[in-house]
């Protein structure tokens, strides 16, 4: 196959050093030498000497030793420049050196330098599978036999696209396979970057050079960038920011039936709509997503190139978006786009530059924006007034031309696809080049279609189809029967767990008092992490480098947007009770690095703890969680439910981060998660519980949640007003706990008395505190469902 020079780029970059895998299998040959021999037996690739030349030459020495006879218009000039300005340094003059190399060290994890850590973990060797998540460990070596079955697999999985070239193909495969294979096997080196983050990053930066050079007329890149460290200094990429504002307001806004599905289905819809945004830039510049550095949360970062032509597309799709969203959404739902020029050295931290710099150049321009979002004729616009026929929509409010059930065409279409979104057997998201309203619209006169393999096909065979999605693809289970046109699809990571229909259903699933809950989550300083995270006080700046942060990206990504999922289907702490399947609930959004989770009130208390238990070991302790939960009736409004929780979550944060704020009542329902699992949880709700479930005579178990009640309301009067603790009046309770008939419970009985009384007369207060929130929790947990429920 005949590939253009910039799809030749992509490739040999991402898999510039592929020759590494076939080297640590057992191959004796060099690297780059190993590595061409993989490749020509893809057929996509085999024959093209762009690709072929990026692959051969890894090694700074390689270039010494075969510039003179290397074309000077080959691409492995550019694949070389934008490896080095990746990794921050040219670790390759290092490999080629007399330094200790083990080519079966372990990818290293990337938080063993993250915010001052200094640990020296690392992962298995494995594919990205959603069967388990790949924590960091002790170190142990990597195996031949592991690195030969990778070749084999990888090999195998490349030849499934015959001589077509997918890009996103290509990139889901890297990821899948090479995600914990490391790039440096230099032992005095700090591994903890894959092929594939240092691959894609490198095909990025690659390509917008490529592009920057191509409009300056330069096509001697030997002279240009081998021999010309100056070009570092050139502003000749674009770093690319977009924002999606009105997106609180879009999702939680709602009302009307069907409300745990409309949820979701205006999420994945606004997940959608940030993708189509940036895949119909990256086509106008005839780019792929390796460019894509981040997207979620209703915001993405992308590198570009430096030229007038890219420039001129940004501003034009700008245009062209604003109008379109304030046809469809007016003021409700917009996005927003910045950029920043940038240099080789300001990506590399050197010269006087530094990306943290760019990062907050941009984030500055971006507020400037958002500050005069709409222009004149914008505002004449927004001024004319209702249409003729427009009224407000029952379900999300706005005024437009509403359908025969009183909602606007939006609300319509989201419904229409809300079970699509559900249902597993629909794995593809399609964008087609159709106006209908009873699809989703998405800017560009284009709508989202959900679609089977089947469908899929048959739809490509019509024709309009211009991409397509799919979900959570492990690329290591393809099937080798897919059908070559299946395999185009973008990838994408996404939380879509559900268990359960709707709010009313989570509620009477739930154990004892029958209401749901709202978590919210949020890693703490995560800016911060970003920008400065690798500065260290013992390294320097020397692991502040911009394959690590995109590492970091991606890691975090990957836990919320995907490893999130396994966690839901295997429960590990529990309240009460066995785990029995799955939890119940609902991922309404999951992003890159904050959830909104609704479900049985129980399960997202307990899963809060899973999920923080686990993020901890993921990161090694070096970022923490805040979160809000709060505890509603199944009818309570959604979007008081979402502005509660997101408030206590935000309490939780003022409270000093690393803590969850629960029911959302008074600040002492603020704890650290150590608290919470080890004080209120594990040393007073446990002994209460005990207590209650050795008591089996049913009169002593209903008495003693009375005396429980009125103990709680005798606390809470004590934290409110102030006052001295009435010593007498809880003695009094304390003594009406005891047994009525069994006497061989009197000694737990004395044990707990004493314990409730130690804790309630606490001066701090600290345990008081936990006493009402494990009572709270006790009468939860054991509450029966009333008539009125």
Not at 43 to 69: E, M, W
Not at 113 to 141: C, Q, T, W
Not at 422 to 446: H, I, N, W
Request: aromatic content about 10%; overall charge neutral; proline content about 3%.
């Amino acid at each position: 196959m005949l590939l253009a020079k910039l799809d030749g780029i992509v490739i040999g970059s991402l898999l510039r050093d592929i020759g590494k895998v076939v080297c640590r299998g057992g191959d004796p040959r060099a690297s780059g030498e190993a590595g061409v021999h993989f490749a020509e037996t893809v057929p996509f690739i085999s024959g093209n000497q762009d690709v072929l030349d990026c692959i051969r030459y890894p090694h700074k020495s390689d270039f010494d030793a075969a510039h003179l006879t290397l074309p000077a218009d080959s691409p492995a000039y550019i694949a070389y420049t934008a490896d080095f300005i990746s990794s921050g340094a040219d670790r390759r003059d290092i490999e080629n050196a007399d330094t200790p190399a083990d080519r079966l060290q372990p990818l290293e994890s990337i938080f063993n330098r993250l915010n001052n850590n200094d640990e020296g973990k690392a992962y298995s060797p494995a594919f990205i599978s959603g069967n388990s998540i790949n924590f960091p460990v002790e170190k142990k070596r990597y195996t031949e036999e592991f690195y030969r079955n990778l070749a084999a697999e990888l090999k195998k999985k490349l030849t499934l696209q015959g001589e077509e070239f997918y890009p996103n193909f290509l990139l889901g495969l890297a990821e899948s396979y090479l995600s914990y294979i490391p790039l440096s096997a230099v032992s005095s080196e700090h591994s903890d970057v894959s092929l594939f983050d240092q691959g894609k990053i490198t095909a990025a930066l690659a390509s917008s050079i490529y592009q920057y050079l191509l409009e300056r007329g330069k096509t001697n890149y030997r002279e240009v960038l081998y021999n010309n460290r100056g070009f570092l200094d050139e502003k000749c990429f674009l770093l690319y920011t977009c924002d999606t504002s009105g997106i609180q307001d879009f999702i939680y806004l709602i009302s009307g039936e069907k409300a745990l599905k409309n949820l979701r289905a205006r999420s994945f819809f606004l997940e959608i709509l940030l993708e189509h945004i940036i895949d119909t830039i990256l086509e106008r510049l005839r780019l792929t997503r390796a460019n894509l550095i981040y997207s979620g949360g209703g915001h993405a970062y992308i590198f570009l190139a430096n030229t007038e032509e890219t420039k001129a597309v940004l501003n034009e799709t700008e245009v062209e978006f604003s109008k379109w969203f304030l046809d469809n959404f007016k003021t409700d739902l917009s996005v927003l786009s910045a950029y920043e020029e940038c240099s080789a050295n300001d990506l590399m931290n050197t010269g006087g530059g530094s990306y943290t710099g760019i990062y907050e150049k941009l984030g500055k321009t971006l507020s400037e924006r958002k500050l005069r979002r709409y222009d004149e004729a914008a505002i004449k616009k927004l001024n004319s007034g209702k249409g003729d026929h427009e009224r407000e929509c029952k379900e999300c409010k706005r005024s437009d031309v509403l359908t025969g059930e009183d909602i606007c065409p939006v609300c319509a279409s989201l419904r229409g696809i809300s079970s699509d979104i559900a249902t597993k057997e629909k794995e593809y998201f399609l964008v087609k080049s159709q106006k209908d309203k009873r699809y989703p619209p998405l800017p560009g006169d284009y709508t989202l279609h959900a679609a089977t393999g089947a469908e899929l096909l048959g739809a490509l065979k019509e024709g309009g189809v211009v991409r397509f999605y799919c979900r959570n693809r492990e690329y290591a289970r393809l099937s080798e029967n897919i059908s070559p046109m299946e395999l185009n699809a973008a990838n994408l990571w996404l939380g879509d767990y559900s268990n359960g229909g709707s709010f009313e259903e989570l509620a009477e699933k739930a154990e004892g008092i029958k209401r749901i809950a709202v978590l919210r989550m949020d890693v703490d300083n995560m800016g911060k992490a970003f920008i400065s995270g690798f500065r260290h006080d013992k390294y320097q700046e020397k692991y502040l480098t911009l394959s690590r942060t995109a590492t970091l990206s991606r890691r975090l990504s990957i836990f919320f947007k995907f490893y999130l999922k396994h966690i839901l289907e295997n429960p590990d702490f529990r309240l009460k009770g066995e785990n029995k399947g799955g939890r119940l609930a609902t991922v309404v959004y999951s992003g890159g690095d904050d959830v909104f989770i609704v479900g049985a009130w129980n399960d997202c208390l307990e899963l809060a703890i899973d999920i923080n238990t686990l993020f901890k070991r993921y990161t090694q302790g070096t970022l923490t969680l805040s979160a809000g939960i709060g505890i509603y009736g199944h009818s309570y409004p959604i979007a008081r439910m979402a502005d509660e929780t997101g408030k206590m979550e935000s309490e939780a944060k003022d409270a000093g981060k690393n803590k969850i704020a629960l029911f959302g009542d008074k600040k002492s329902s603020i704890y650290c998660w150590d608290e919470l699992k080890e004080e209120v949880i594990g040393e007073k709700l446990k002994p209460i519980k005990a207590y209650f479930e050795k008591a089996k005579d049913g009169e002593t178990k209903e008495q003693g949640k009375t005396m429980l009640n009125n103990i709680l309301t005798l606390l809470n009067a004590i934290d409110e007003d102030k006052e001295p603790i009435n010593i007498a009046r809880l003695a009094y309770l304390l003594s009406r706990l005891a047994p009525l008939a069994k006497k061989e419970y009197s000694e737990l009985y004395s044990q707990l008395s004493k314990n409730i009384y130690e804790w309630a007369t606490d001066n701090k207060n600290d345990n008081r505190r936990m006493l009402i929130t494990a009572i709270t929790l006790y009468l939860y947990l054991e509450r029966k469902k009333h008539k009125k429920e």
